[in-house]
């Protein structure tokens, strides 16, 4: 079967139990290095706060390094939570880091919180009131003002935008990212391209038909891109991809009963799952099994969702384990050929 969907790479730096943040980010800068080796078209950093598992609180400050440290690969955020930033200073970044890397960086946007509410909180500048959740299209609108150089003439803020760090291909792409129908229409009404978090809600098929239905063109693109993020891990056998998902399974399952602990070994989590049997969390697909068995998997959701794209995302204690799982997925696929074509 011929592939028409391209292959990306969501990271979040997974901390394994009895390793450090630092090791984590050293991760993450050789997956992105054997990302782009291999031929993936994107690689993405995400933005969680306050969990020992997860290294990935500032993928403004990582796309940088990472851009840095590859040489074909786009290279954004997935995604930074606009409720927590100024879309001045959003714009400042993603423009400076659009100097830094021209043609290859990703501005992907989000309205959770990508944390719990006290977090959330504290990551406020101004404590005197919660900030209201209702806010984001406005927020989102003036971002991309300052981004498309479209704001009024008559806006207080309209001086502000021939001040943006230039560099010689503009602006970075926006994307926006969600797994609601929200975000569904509201990247139709503004014409972005589309991420559907799949990893957290497997129901976004008809999401993403709402989204092409509603969609208006846009200087930013000119039709509908879908892209959905899914949770996959490939091995050389189907039993050992399925011992692989196990650590971040015993991650999840204490998630969801308020519990935050970095990414246990794999030994530890099969036998805490195996004396936990009904711990299981809330359902997320996931794709996991040989390289043809994932790549007939993945082929199955980029059908369900029409999807121009698909991004693989996971969480392992044995990052040798997790770069593996990259590389079969993209031997299976051959897309080190395909860029070394392009």
Excluded at 59 to 74: D, H, N, Q, S
Aim: with cysteine; aromatic share 8%; hydrophobic share 45%.
């Amino acid at each position: 079967m011929t592939r028409n969907y391209r292959l990306s790479v969501l990271d979040q730096s997974p901390v394994a139990e009895g390793t450090t943040s630092a090791d984590a980010l050293a991760n993450t800068l050789d997956l992105a290095r054997t990302a782009d080796r291999l031929g993936y078209h994107r690689y993405w950093l995400a933005e969680h706060h306050a969990s020992p598992g997860i290294a990935g609180v500032a993928p403004e400050a990582l796309i940088g390094p990472v851009a840095l440290a590859t040489a074909r690969i786009r290279v954004g955020s997935g995604g930074i939570m606009l409720p927590h930033f100024s879309p001045f200073k959003i714009a400042e970044t993603f423009r400076m880091l659009g100097a830094l890397a021209p043609g290859r960086i990703d501005l992907g946007l989000g309205r959770a919180p990508g944390t719990d509410g006290r977090t959330a909180y504290a990551l406020q500048r101004d404590r005197s009131r919660r900030i209201p959740s209702d806010d984001f299209p406005q927020n989102l609108a003036e971002l991309l003002a300052y981004l498309g150089d479209t704001m009024p003439a008559d806006h207080a803020f309209a001086p502000l935008v021939a001040t943006l760090p230039s560099g010689t291909q503009g602006s970075p792409d926006p994307w926006l990212l969600g797994s609601s129908m929200d975000s569904a229409i509201w990247a139709a009404e503004t014409g972005l391209p589309y991420c559907f978090a799949d990893f957290i809600n497997p129901a976004g098929a008809e999401m993403a038909e709402q989204y092409r239905r509603n969609f208006r063109p846009s200087r930013w693109l000119e039709r509908p891109y879908v892209m959905a993020a899914s949770w996959a891990i490939a091995a050389p056998t189907s039993e050992e991809a399925q011992a692989l998902a196990a650590p971040a399974a015993m991650m999840f399952a204490h998630l969801f009963r308020g519990e935050l602990i970095p990414v246990p070994p794999m030994e530890k989590a099969l036998a805490w799952l195996a004396g936990n049997p009904d711990s299981h969390r809330r359902q997320r697909r996931t794709l996991l099994g040989t390289p043809a068995e994932v790549r007939g998997l993945i082929d199955g959701v980029a059908a369900e969702y029409g999807a121009d794209e698909i991004m693989l995302v996971n969480i392992m204690s044995d990052h040798l384990a997790r770069r593996r799982s990259y590389e079969l997925i993209a031997a299976e696929y051959g897309l080190a050929d395909v860029a070394d074509a392009a």
